[in-house]
């Protein structure tokens, strides 16, 4: 089994998924990624679909045995070994947190994708770039491959010097390679140039313009890997990233939980939404730079409603609501969801869902209701 191991701060998830839709064009590929949206087994795939109920109560019951394990170790360790007695050719880990002590950091992989990286997690990472990076770089192995988005001076420093110590080949996306042709928010198409071979008009669904540089670098992995452009073409042209400027009739649903991510949202709202009035419904950990996202979700809100999508990790509605200039609090987000949809609707403007993904997972869940 081959393994292709991805960290960073944000893009993991999506950057996972393209490489794991590719690889599975033409062979058998695991993928284990987090956080899930609606049910734990969306973390572990084989080829797209997720790991059934009864095996996925079997291998946990087995995993978890009679020890004290730490939850996400226990799901680490039941992807693998559900990826191993099924037999599969690649498996495609995304690290939970940082990387250097996360419980994926197991897998031998000759290849590693560091995603952009920036603040979240301070308190267990680190409050400098340096400090994060260090972490995450925490991945790279001896003789592998590297390949990196492109990243703030600070982090990239941290990688280069990685890479050196461990003998690793870096690869750099050059965003200068990538020509956009359309965009909307059908989806995306675009060209891009790696190793001397021009790809022309590749389609993704996603809209972000982020969703772009997220596909190339997964582009880069699967041609390192051996992988062929039709394979290249076809999975990019098949991913689709639930949660993840994720639209549905007036709403849009993005799990973005910084203010990195939070950042990229408000490109792409202010992108294609510019003259619509927006409406944000929004849920923000404690733990989370709130001042931070507050700032980025103010820049493109015409309205805020705050509710509280985690009793045991979320702020309070109220006290979220206080950071915000001007916001309306709704505690349970069942209603805070209804509530802004019904807003939406008499603005005639679309509902913005954002800053956990547990809001995201309530969103979802009354889209399917409804």
Same mark, same amino acid.
């Given at each position: 089994?081959?393994?292709?191991?991805?960290?960073?701060?944000?893009?993991?998830?999506?950057?996972?998924?393209?490489?794991?839709?590719?690889?599975?064009?033409?062979?058998?590929?695991?993928?284990?990624?987090?956080?899930?949206?609606?049910?734990?087994?969306?973390?572990?795939?084989?080829?797209?679909?997720?790991?059934?109920?009864?095996?996925?109560?079997?291998?946990?019951?087995?995993?978890?045995?009679?020890?004290?394990?730490?939850?996400?170790?226990?799901?680490?360790?039941?992807?693998?070994?559900?990826?191993? *007695?099924?037999?599969?050719?690649?498996?495609?880990?995304?690290?939970?947190?940082?990387?250097?002590?996360?419980?994926?950091?197991?897998?031998?992989?000759?290849?590693?994708?560091?995603?952009?990286?920036?603040?979240?997690?301070?308190?267990?990472?680190?409050?400098?770039?340096?400090?994060?990076?260090?972490?995450?770089?925490?991945?790279?192995?001896?003789?592998?491959?590297?390949?990196?988005?492109?990243?703030?001076?600070?982090?990239?420093?941290?990688?280069?010097?990685?890479?050196?110590?461990?003998?690793?080949?870096?690869?750099?996306?050059?965003?200068?390679?990538?020509?956009?042709?359309?965009?909307?928010?059908?989806?995306?198409?675009?060209?891009?140039?790696?190793?001397?071979?021009?790809?022309?008009?590749?389609?993704?669904?996603?809209?972000?313009?982020?969703?772009?540089?997220?596909?190339?670098?997964?582009?880069?992995?699967?041609?390192?890997?051996?992988?062929?452009?039709?394979?290249?073409?076809?999975?990019?042209?098949?991913?689709?990233?639930?949660?993840?400027?994720?639209?549905?009739?007036?709403?849009?649903?993005?799990?973005?939980?910084?203010?990195?991510?939070?950042?990229?949202?408000?490109?792409?709202?202010?992108?294609?939404?510019?003259?619509?009035?927006?409406?944000?419904?929004?849920?923000?950990?404690? *733990?989370? *730079?709130?001042?931070?996202?507050?700032?980025?979700?103010?820049?493109?809100?015409?309205?805020?409603?705050?509710?509280?999508?985690?009793?045991?990790?979320?702020?309070?509605?109220?006290?979220?609501?206080?950071?915000?200039?001007?916001?309306?609090?709704?505690?349970?987000?069942?209603?805070?969801?209804?509530?802004?949809?019904?807003?939406?609707?008499?603005?005639?403007?679309?509902?913005?869902?954002?800053?956990?993904?547990?809001?995201?997972?309530?969103?979802?869940?009354?889209?399917?209701?409804?």
């Amino acid at each position: 089994m081959q393994y292709v191991h991805l960290a960073g701060t944000n893009a993991k998830g999506s950057t996972a998924q393209y490489i794991a839709d590719i690889i599975s064009v033409n062979h058998s590929c695991g993928l284990f990624t987090s956080p899930h949206i609606i049910s734990p087994r969306e973390r572990m795939k084989i080829n797209g679909e997720k790991i059934s109920q009864t095996e996925y109560e079997t291998y946990m019951e087995r995993v978890r045995g009679d020890g004290n394990m730490h939850l996400f170790c226990i799901w680490t360790q039941a992807a693998l070994a559900w990826f191993q *007695d099924k037999g599969v050719c690649y498996a495609v880990m995304e690290t939970g947190l940082g990387g250097r002590c996360d419980p994926t950091n197991i897998v031998p992989s000759k290849m590693q994708v560091i995603t952009p990286i920036s603040y979240d997690h301070m308190a267990i990472l680190g409050n400098t770039l340096t400090s994060i990076a260090r972490e995450k770089c925490g991945i790279i192995k001896e003789d592998s491959i590297v390949i990196s988005h492109p990243q703030e001076e600070e982090a990239l420093r941290v990688i280069r010097q990685t890479c050196r110590a461990k003998n690793a080949r870096l690869v750099l996306l050059n965003e200068k390679e990538i020509k956009i042709r359309q965009s909307g928010t059908a989806g995306q198409r675009f060209d891009f140039a790696y190793d001397g071979k021009h790809y022309r008009d590749l389609h993704i669904h996603a809209v972000s313009p982020m969703q772009v540089d997220n596909a190339c670098v997964a582009l880069i992995a699967a041609a390192e890997l051996g992988m062929g452009e039709q394979a290249i073409r076809e999975g990019l042209s098949h991913t689709v990233i639930p949660a993840r400027v994720q639209v549905s009739g007036n709403v849009i649903i993005d799990g973005a939980h910084n203010p990195a991510a939070l950042a990229e949202l408000r490109k792409t709202i202010q992108k294609y939404y510019g003259n619509t009035d927006i409406t944000v419904l929004t849920a923000i950990m404690r *733990d989370k *730079d709130v001042f931070g996202a507050v700032s980025e979700i103010e820049q493109f809100a015409d309205r805020v409603i705050c509710t509280c999508a985690s009793k045991k990790r979320g702020m309070p509605a109220k006290e979220l609501a206080d950071y915000f200039a001007n916001a309306a609090s709704i505690e349970n987000p069942d209603f805070a969801f209804e509530e802004g949809r019904c807003v939406a609707d008499k603005k005639k403007g679309i509902l913005v869902v954002c800053g956990s993904f547990y809001l995201a997972s309530f969103a979802l869940r009354l889209l399917a209701e409804a």
